[in-house]
Nanobody, 117 residues
Framework: QVQLVESGGGLGQPGGSLRLSCAAS????????MGWYRRAPGKQRELVAA???????VYADSVKGRFTISADNAENTVSLQMNGLKPEDTAVYYC???????????WGQGTQVTVSS
């Protein structure tokens, strides 16, 4: 059973930074990709950023240039560095891991990020 445990959420100030980490119960490179999603109040869950074992990354337009996703296979962690925080970044952030063959999605329990002065 795959477990994903997020940490690092909390209160951030506009223009400030927060770093989220996701600890996986096995090698992060054993998944087809890993990523971060978020769900803001009253909105649907959306992809924030994802990373492939090759190192290829993808970002939502709303976070490009501000957020950076990275993977550390030695530590079995995927992190999301969030700079230039905006109030609209307020959401519950979820770590996600995907397997293909058969298709499986794994989710963490979520961590709250609130951006407010």
């Amino acid at each position: 059973q795959v477990q994903l445990v997020e940490s690092g959420g909390g209160l951030g100030q506009p223009g400030g930074s927060l770093r989220l980490s996701c600890a996986a119960s096995r090698s992060v490179f054993s998944f087809n990709n890993m990523g971060w999603y978020r769900r803001a109040p009253g909105k649907q869950r959306e992809l924030v950023a994802a990373i492939h074992p090759s190192g290829k990354t993808v970002y939502a337009d709303s976070v490009k240039g501000r957020f950076t996703i990275s993977a550390d296979n030695a530590e079995n962690t995927v992190s999301l560095q969030m700079n230039g925080l905006k109030p609209e970044d307020t959401a519950v952030y979820y770590c996600n891991a995907v397997e293909i063959g058969p298709m499986r999605n794994y989710w963490g329990q979520g961590t709250q990020v609130t951006v407010s002065s």
